[in-house]
């Protein structure tokens, strides 16, 4: 292949529920050969196996209908390959779904690949798992899940199948973008230098709009023009793993040496070490440089051998939360919603709720840093907060109850109460041996 040979990969989504049409721009007008959505966070598989259990044939991300629906025969006349890890807790499903799809918008020959083998629930329950420091896992009351990191491997063979659109469960989000760049590139499993950067151009991309300017704007100190149209970026990568982060031309947003280097460093533990399934990479001789407006080349990133073992994610059920708030404004507010509060904890010791956890917040006071930082600030607006952590779903119920009685019952000109109970779907980590995973990759055709 020649040494000079560009892959153009494009963001599509950065959680399951961003923005699609900056996606849309991408598949109609951007110069990329791959388009990549990447939809999961670390408690979305245990949420959605417990939706696969309700129905065995759903599972998987929500959106993938919209998503595929907006992009899917743009991205097909164009030949954009699409990969996403929208599958969740049903890659199968999702394949299925898509394959369907192929057919009702009249795309016939579709080619979807399904990866599998990232369900590691059965080695959980068998006591395979271990955890940081290598003692055995001991797995959590009410497990639901457990997912391992799968790399980038499985969806190497997928593509070089030929498959046009690639549905994968958990993998690692960087792998999502490695994968095309080892296939495209000819880049070898132990091409530690390549890999590294081919990942950290996955790290930089995976999160869409955080590297356009999305979550990065601070008015007055790091201005960001139209996020409400902000565009999502494209990675061009070279045969050396050189990378340039840009965005179509007329797509809001920006793309500069200080929101790279924030995304860059964005929830990276140990920037020597940065661990993925398919290689450690090293940023710390990074160098990050504009080249020209919107355009930002990242070079200097180094790697070394992969992890020996692959972190899983556990999902399992740790109880309910019950919420309820109400708000309170003019003169006296903060002191009125203090007294709501002291009210409610009080009801909630006369009804013998048991709760492991309760947070007594005000909103626009304390919520976020406490007293010690509020004191002499006097809002004439908050919002009284009661939220706590219970074994029993009718204990959680009870605390939203009690703040909405708060209308009649408690201090004067409470208003806008609301309440909630939702079951808490905890994640735990674990890891695994390496050699433990099986992957595989199913086919279908519309």
Not at 84 to 111: E, Q
Not at 186 to 196: H, K, P, Q, V
Not at 332 to 350: M, P, S
């Amino acid at each position: 292949m020649s040494a000079s040979r560009v892959v153009r990969l494009g963001t599509g989504a950065g959680y399951s529920g961003d923005r699609i049409e900056p996606a849309v721009e991408l598949a109609e007008r951007a110069e990329i050969d791959y388009l990549i959505f990447e939809c999961l966070a670390e408690r979305t598989i245990a949420l959605a196996q417990l939706e696969r259990q309700r129905d065995p044939a759903r599972g998987f991300d929500p959106f993938l209908e919209a998503r595929m629906r907006a992009v899917l025969p743009t991205c097909r006349r164009r030949g954009i390959r699409i990969i996403t890890n929208s599958g969740a807790a049903n890659p199968m499903a999702a394949a299925t779904f898509v394959r369907d799809l192929g057919v009702t918008l009249g795309l016939p020959g579709l080619r979807v690949a399904a990866v599998l083998g990232d369900d590691v629930l059965h080695l959980a329950r068998d006591g395979a798992l271990v955890d940081e420091d290598g003692a055995p896992f001991e797995p959590p009351s009410g497990m639901l899940s457990a997912n391992v990191y799968l790399g980038a491997e499985p969806i190497v063979q997928a593509l070089a199948g030929g498959a046009d659109i690639v549905i994968t469960g958990r993998v690692a989000d960087s792998s999502l973008f490695l994968a095309p760049l080892m296939h495209e590139l000819g880049w070898r499993c132990d091409d530690w230098t390549r890999l590294a950067r081919g990942a950290m151009a996955g790290h930089l991309l995976e999160c869409a709009g955080q590297v356009t300017g999305g979550y990065f704007a601070d008015p007055g100190y790091k201005d960001v023009a139209g996020l409400a149209r902000l565009g999502f970026p494209i990675g061009e990568v070279m045969d050396d793993g050189s990378i340039v982060i840009t965005k179509l031309a007329d797509a809001a947003g920006c793309v500069t040496t200080r929101t790279c280097t924030e995304q860059l460093l964005y929830e990276v533990h140990d920037p020597a070490a940065y661990a993925t399934p398919d290689v450690m990479a090293d940023i710390t001789r990074a160098t990050v440089a504009q080249e020209e407006e919107n355009r930002v080349r990242v070079a200097g990133v180094e790697g070394r051998e992969r992890p020996r073992a692959l972190k899983v994610s556990v999902g399992y059920r740790d109880g309910f939360v019950g919420e309820g708030q109400i708000s309170y404004a003019g003169p006296g507010a903060v002191a009125r919603a203090r007294l709501a509060l002291d009210v409610v904890a009080e009801r909630l010791r006369i009804a013998g709720v048991a709760c492991s956890e309760l947070r007594l917040d005000v909103v626009g006071l304390n919520a976020l840093h406490g007293d010690a930082l509020s004191a002499g600030h006097e809002p004439s607006e908050v919002r009284a907060r009661v939220a706590a952590r219970c074994a029993a779903a009718r204990d959680a119920q009870r605390v939203g109850e009690e703040v909405e009685s708060l209308y009649t019952n408690g201090p004067a000109g409470g208003g806008g109460a609301t309440k909630s109970m939702r079951e808490v779907i905890a994640v735990a980590s674990a890891f695994v041996p390496r050699e433990s995973v099986r992957t595989s990759v199913e086919w279908m055709e519309s």
